[in-house]
């Protein structure tokens, strides 16, 4: 989920950093120490105690004007502090470490996404720019007859965050390959610090991409800026909190399904059931359409089936939902005849986008897979979705990284 911090007092101190913060979960008994995790969490807290005197970026009137003043003085290096780059393998608790650090980061201007939700708001800021007549681009930030978009653009979002942190870092599409290293460039230099996490190290992001060789610089850009932090230990705490759970696939619908999908989603988001009225909701932006998602935390989105394929949803709107969550929990699946024929087309889309993307599924039908869609238009291809609801539950399945290549 996206999420934005309102302006604060700043917090000073080692007492609200991440490492106080992961040092009493472990006291408390819900986390277990692991070697790596912590690395990952000092190298945080000194980014934190870094950034408590750090100037304000993206709530300043003067732009980049108090950055240099700021260095001129003796306050920092030609860019912002160094950020981190956190990779592994799934479950190796990269979200939850975030968050510890996310939360208490004492810095106002703060912002947390996923790199595709970030790169749809640039490619529309970039199209918005090149339809603005030339006085509207100086108003935007634009140098007098400057028609390049990227600088104007990345001034624009360092206005919004001084420190911007991704959630699963990593790049499939050939536009944002290309626009990525400058894009940058551009927020590095005018002092925006970045964390993200990812399940690839540096080297292999864009691996076997269209014109990888263009995306080499900006794989240096990161590791010449960013602190690496591999978190690549023995636990798979995802797994782990997947096996628990004592279904995936619940038949029929009804208030024992419910209650039983409710128990798994806050075992999979280590949420108390106490804090059942304060899951947040969340929004997805498609191709600049608002895709509302009911309940929305740590990677694991809810949707009804209804809301998901009696709308007018299509293959951009469901690859999006796969790649931005990693588990998702759909409930009221419906027997679908040929009166449904529409909603079980998109229910075929839907459950392939997800397999694609090694996304997890936990479900309540009123049917088993083989008797959801038996007769209609395209009951046929519904076979493929019937094998893949069935191997979606298993344990090679659940082992599967989340949008990484299918072990053969």
Known sequence: MDRAIPPRQRVAGSESGPLRRYEALIEDGEVRPDPDQRSAIVALQKLHETLVDYPELGTRTLDIRKWRIWNLLGGGPKTGPRGLYMWGGVGRGKSMIMDLFFVGAPINAKRRTHLHAFMQEVHAAIHAFRKMDPSERIRYGAAAGDDDPIPAVARAFSLQATLLCFDEFHVTDVADAMILGRLFEELFDRGVI???????????????????????????????????????????????????????????????????????FFRLTDRSVDDADKVPTGELIVQGRTIFVPKDCKGVAVFSFKRLCEEPLG??????????????????????????????????????????????????????????????????????????????????????????????
């Not at 993307?357 to 936990?362: A, F, I, S, Y």
Request: proline share 6%.
């Open 194 to 264: 970045v964390v993200a996490t990812s399940n690839r190290p540096p080297e292999d992001l864009y691996k076997d991409g269209l014109n990888r060789q263009l995306f080499l610089p900006f794989i240096d850009m990161l590791t010449d800026t960013l602190d690496v932090v591999p978190l690549n230990g023995p636990v798979d705490y995802r797994l782990a909190r997947l096996k628990s759970v004592d279904s995936y696939y619940h038949v029929p619908n009804g208030d024992e399904a419910t209650a039983r999908l409710r128990e798994a």
């Open 315 to 408: 293959p951009a709107d469901y690859l999006a939902i796969a790649q931005r969550y990693h588990t998702l929990i759909i409930v009221g699946i419906p027997i679908m005849g040929p009166d449904k024929r529409n909603a079980a087309k998109r229910f075929v889309t839907l459950i392939d986008a997800l397999y694609e993307q090694n996304c997890k599924l936990l479900c309540a039908a009123d049917g088993a897979p083989t008797d959801l869609y038996v007769a209609g238009d395209g009951a046929f291809e519904f076979d493929r979705t019937v094998s893949r609801l069935i191997e979606m539950q298993s344990e090679h399945y659940l082992r599967l990284g989340h949008g990484s290549a299918k072990a053969a």
